[in-house]
DNA sequence: CCCAGCGAGAGGCACGTTTCTGCACGGCGG
DNA sequence: CCGCCGTGCAGAAACGTGCCTCTCGCTGGG
């Protein structure tokens, strides 16, 4: 019998429980709740009083009970979708791993705990963990995963504007039709008389978008494009449309890449074509690499600035799960920032810049 | 009346929930568990028709309940120990990228969740998630977190050998004197006279170890050490501790850099001082980043497999939290790669080479 | 003097599972 | 004919909170 009591009280119990508490302190169990979560209407004494027995038994409140009664669990999912077989393109490029970083600061600043969950329904995943909300980065058209989601009346928060009808709570995203019509001018202003373009062949709005910007950009100055398009996820696949590109009978003078990798891979090719950068060839490209600093020559980069996306695509949504849910789609527009060093700058550049953010690299 | 039982029946719950399958299918509610557990003894013809109801009745079970009453959530902690102000040097660098998304995968494959948390000692966000074990990256000495984890039973496997005596419960690590003795070796056979090293200033036991080989090393061969420390979160001290250690009067024929972004800083301040490389300057430096397959001239770099790395901490991990609980930490140790490039071969470089794995690249 | 009002806290239900125990029933050996 | 056992399932007790309701004692106004 004795045995029994011990099994009812404190056995398998990791030494922590409201009830231990409440016998601890002499009070009943709905005062330890109140007093530790300072709900009702209680004297400071009876307060201070509880919260010191729970610290010194270590008492942990279970955060499944919690969840189970609250319906909160404090967890808020993370997604990428894939773009190749990876189930993870995550923090493939640096603007994943920024962003993640950021997303997860603000987060835990402010309570809540990241979960990082695959695009690809694997129902089991995605049903055995209670989230309150879901951050999807790039998500592509009709997402089914998505689609799920707000289904379950969740709230969901993409990086990057949704494709179609993709029915988010809110979104953040850069602008970039004017970022790249930015660098296009930028390029144009340095001298450059045919510009290329490195882009990508998967279907999410950053490529889809920014190619648009730039075939719009052709028309209207009158320029030919000139482009070659690779796989993003494939970084040998990327060295070798850089070559292409300065391969071809119209070779660019100038080329904007719109990947992470493509500097270097721009920077490699002009090299094997003995191209100068920048007296033959001017080059930007979209990274948020710090290598590009001390590239020979530094090459100029644009930043999307991962990190206020990250933190502010955190805040929309967890808005949305504290506060009031509003009908329509938030919608926030981040500015770029483009950092001009060497590499486009072909005769001593004034003070002439272009539309986005411009920072000045010494 | 009706009133009432509407509220208790199915009115705030998102059309989901145990009883609601077992009414519909006519059974009951350990039935439909069992069923969908494949627990009980049922006959087949009783499985399929509930799993049936519950699929057309759209039914998830609640992860809060299955973890309240299990006491398994499914979910596992990663940390990152911090180096310098910010939470996170979390994917600072590719290596942790990686690492992370190997991890990430492999945890997925095997139905687990991976929740990103903080090293700091946050207290209510670590209790507001119910963890099934702990993966630490790099736990510094005496790390509190891990103490407290360890304390409360949980499985904790760390990536890098605990320093101190730190009882985590298996870790998985790179034999890094070992390759750090291997590269210096082959720096030697590739001709260097007196090789630098660029270290870092924290006190993990990666930059520990990694600097004990090469200070044993000199010892060894009788070369005076030269090498330069700096804060490794600091991407801008690279390039300085980079510049330093080549303006010295004891100016070093070989570099071995051990942070990822030393390879185009010490490219940027060879050409500042008119150093060619391979020919003045032999480089190598540790890194998982693709970009020195194309810098000029290709970099030779030592990866530390990071996904192989990330892959193994999670299944030990959870062969710790579903199996048998072993009493003495298990080790494993990873090879490392040294992947050979232009620069750390002087000469028509014949097969003399040391000994870690070695791999040539084009 | 009596009762409304209020402060301080106790009791108990519900959250949605899992799982232990146990009941009914039919076949079968003794 | 009776008890026994295996099959197929139902009942109900937890798991640890949060919160709603209710009691109890005390006080001030009529």
Redesign the pocket.
């Known amino acids: 019998m004795n045995r029994a009591e011990t099994c ?1 009280r404190g056995k398998r ?1 990791s030494r ?4 231990e508490v409440a016998a601890a302190a ?6 330890v ?1 109140d007093a ?2 300072g ?5 400071d004494a ?1 307060r201070r009083h509880v919260r010191e027995v729970a610290d010194r038994l270590g ?1 942990r ?2 955060a499944a ?2 969840t ?3 319906g909160k669990s404090g967890l808020i999912g993370l997604t990428v979708t894939t773009y190749g077989d990876e189930p993870f393109t995550f923090t493939e490029f640096p603007y994943f791993a920024e962003m993640a970083r950021a997303a997860t600061s603000s987060a835990l600043a402010r309570g809540y705990a990241l979960v990082i969950l695959p695009a690809t329904s694997r129902h089991d995943v995605w049903s055995n963990v209670t989230l309150d909300g879901t951050v999807v980065i790039d998500p592509s058209d009709h997402d089914p995963v998505v689609t799920e989601l707000v289904r379950q009346g969740l709230p969901v928060v993409s990086d990057g504007r949704p494709a179609g009808s993709l029915p988010v709570t809110a979104w953040v995203d850069n602008d970039h039709e004017a970022a790249v019509t930015g660098i296009l001018d930028h390029l144009a202003t340095a001298g450059a008389r045919r510009i290329g373009l490195l882009t990508g062949t998967t279907t999410d709005t950053y490529t889809h978008l920014s190619t648009t910007a730039y075939l719009n950009w052709c028309a209207l100055v009158g320029q030919d494009p000139v482009y070659e398009a690779y796989p993003a996820h494939d970084p040998c696949a990327g060295a070798v449309a850089a070559d292409r590109l300065l391969a071809r009978p119209d070779r660019p003078d100038a080329v904007y890449g719109l990947f992470d990798p493509n500097g270097t891979d721009l920077l490699a090719a002009a090299r094997r074509y003995g191209l100068r950068v920048p007296d033959d060839l001017l080059l930007v490209c979209c990274s948020e690499s710090s290598v590009y600093a001390n590239t020979e020559p530094p090459i100029t980069t644009l930043s999307l600035k991962p990190r206020r996306i990250g933190t502010a695509v955190v805040q929309l949504l967890i808005d949305a799960i504290e506060g009031v849910e509003t009908d329509q789609p938030v919608e926030q527009v981040v500015p770029t920032e483009l950092i001009v060093r060497t590499s486009s700058q072909r005769w001593e550049s004034r003070a002439t810049v272009s539309p986005p953010l411009l920072t000045r690299a010494r």
């Open positions: 009812r119990t922590a429980g409201i009830r002499g009070v009943s169990i709905t005062t709740s530790l979560n709900k009702g209407r209680l004297p009876t008492y409140p279970s009970a919690r189970l009664r609250t």
